[in-house]
């Protein structure tokens, strides 16, 4: 039985919907990621997990029990927020005591509780201090310690990390994640960053308008995501996106991508797609991701399939661990995650590889998978 | 930067500015702080002159003669107007029993109007807010003729408990009138303060202490109302002030030993017989100024901070 079902859920406000019937579940132990651009419904999506908007229909059941309408504390669940709402007139002991003392938790039982949180997470010596005396890291994990003492079935994150500056966010990520590993909890959190869902997430849902595009396992996601908004969304730098036609070249079904000069870039048909789908003369959208084109001699030694082409380099960012090359093929920018010491100058001519075994491709009709 | 330092961060230094500007800007300071002054110096002064003083001297002379014998008569002894009681000090106990429960009745009930305009919205609660603030720009006069008509009928039921169960519950008592009076129209105002405080007071706290469990009333208590010390003290010394120097509804609503301060002030004053006592009149005057200005000496730095707070984060 999975602890967390949604099925068909639909949130509306006056006559604007923003979640258009969503379904998901999730496992004992997951870590569902709800990822997409701002406005895509999914803060309002934990919200309505969280009992604090109500939902126009469907249903949300919490370990096989139907919610839709008990009080969020009635939920088994904890919310840790974006600005973490710690009460500022409280000491860290007591806002981590709060909701066992709102049970009626007796006082003893819940001081013992919070040492024990306390110790967990490393904050025992702040257990006196007011929320202004922490700095943010701090407060972060009194806002997880809160969520902690109370052994919810379900953990409910929403943007934890976005106030937090980029070397805490990092830390404050792996220490999430041993978190949910060593307590093996079960985690519902929300983050427009893709980096935090793919690092963090057993399952993610990537979600737009309020639909759900596609809900899979991280690699899932990344290799076969279901239409060009996922492909384009996860991902930095974003997966190439090239204007193609089906045709037949020497006895075989391929995609050309046409240049504005030299010679047409002939593509065998990747090992991801069902051949007999494709019909000569459709027009396709070719996906490829930066780090499957690179220069000749760093392609993948395995790929089965690898084409090469001729492109100039247009831009070279070094980014200390990779370099991006941006090189116009197709008339269109296409991005090359190649090695740091990569010897590629802008204006060269240079011979390029794609790793096809890599490579998807798309309707540009529907935008999905083909 | 927070709004406080704001507000008590030191002004730009004058030491930049030419002589001229700066004897031209310390005599006006100069100027208007005298102006301000001069009448509670002669209202202190006088007061502690004997009468023969008063009447015979230069009003800005220093006593000759020290006493504070115009103090206790006008606490203890002064006629007021035909009253039989004597003294102000009845009635400064009748403004004290009506403020203290008036402001903090008010006050506690703008808080839970601006927690509920702000939290827990509803449909049409902007429009309930638009119309709460008529309150704030009523003209008093036009409602006394209606409010005597409803106090009037308080009193009938207060009559009827009394005979049904020997008290009153206060119906029909002049204090109880004016504090009932007093909530009412001062409802408009604290609810203004406390919704436009609440407005920036962060949504998440409240969830939080929904999920934690809180109910609504807890959540007002325990979360809210903790983080409300600026614009609380901001309604008391306004409430505070306003409610102890209304006369209005004071002279209206409250004859004989049952008025309150200002009321028994003026009756003081205001005497057609024998010979005016303005010793006694100027230590009556600032008896009755007293607490109003205690009050704001004890919490004024939280007034300015309090009302620039909602000033700057709007």
Known sequence: ?370 | MTSADLVTSAPRRLSGHSLTTRIVIYGLLLLFALVYLVPLVVMVMTSLKPLGEVTGGNMFALPEQLTFRPWVDAWGEARIGVSETRGIHGYFLNSVKMVIPAVLISTLLGALNGYVLTKWRFPGDKLVFGMMLFACFIPFQSVIIPMAVILGALGRIGVGLYDLTGWSFGLGNATVNLVIVHVIYGLGFTTLFFRNYYETFPNELVKAAMIDGASFFQIFRRVLLPNSTPIFIVTVIYQFTNIWNDFLFGSTFAAGDTAPMTVALNNLVNTSTGVVEYNVNMAAAIIAAAPTLLVYVVAGRYFVRGLMAGAVKG
Do not use: W
């Open chain 1, 1 to 370: 039985m999975a602890t967390l079902e949604i099925a068909d859920l639909r949130k509306r406000f006056g006559t604007i919907e923003v979640l258009k019937g969503i379904d998901i579940t999730l496992e004992k132990g997951g870590f569902l990621v709800l990822v997409g651009p701002s406005g895509c419904g999914k803060s309002t999506l934990l919200n309505t997990i969280a009992g604090l908007e109500q939902i126009s229909s469907g249903e949300i059941r919490i370990g096989g029990n139907v919610v839709n309408h008990l009080h969020p504390s009635k939920r088994d669940i904890a919310m840790v927020f974006q600005s973490y709402a710690l009460y500022p007139n409280m000491s860290v002991a007591e806002n981590i005591g709060f909701g066992m003392e709102m049970r009626g938790v007796a006082k003893a039982e819940r001081e013992k509780a919070i040492e024990a949180v306390a110790r967990t997470l490393q904050i025992e010596h702040l257990l006196k201090r007011r929320p202004s005396q922490l700095s943010g890291g701090q407060r972060q994990r009194v806002a997880m310690g809160r969520a902690l003492v109370r052994r919810p079935s379900i953990f409910l994150f929403d943007e934890p990390l976005s106030n937090l500056d980029a070397k805490l966010r990092v830390d404050m990520r792996i220490e999430i994640k041993r978190l949910h590993q060593t307590t093996g909890s079960t985690i519902v959190y929300v983050t427009h960053d893709q980096i935090e869902a793919m690092t963090l997430a057993t399952k993610i849902a990537v979600l737009r308008n309020g639909e759900l595009q596609q809900v899979g396992s991280p690699s899932e996601i990344y290799n076969c995501p279901a239409n060009t908004f996922v492909a384009d969304f996860m991902g930095s730098p974003a997966m190439n996106l090239l204007e193609g036609k089906v045709a037949q070249a020497s006895g075989a079904q391929h995609v050309v991508i046409a240049r504005k000069e030299g010679e047409p870039i002939l593509l065998p048909v990747p090992a991801s797609v069902d051949a007999g789908k494709l019909q000569d003369g459709a027009k396709v959208i070719f996906g490829i991701r930066p780090e499957a084109v690179n220069d000749v001699e760093s392609i993948d030694r395995n790929a089965k399939s690898v084409v090469r082409f001729d492109a100039t380099v247009e831009i070279v960012e070094p980014a200390g661990s990779d370099t991006f090359v941006v090189i116009h093929a197709a008339g269109k920018e296409l991005t090359a995650r190649m090695r740091a010491d990569a010897d590629v100058r802008r204006g060269q001519n240079h011979t390029f590889a794609f790793n096809l075994d890599k490579a998807v491709l798309f309707d540009p009709e529907t935008t999905a998978r083909i």
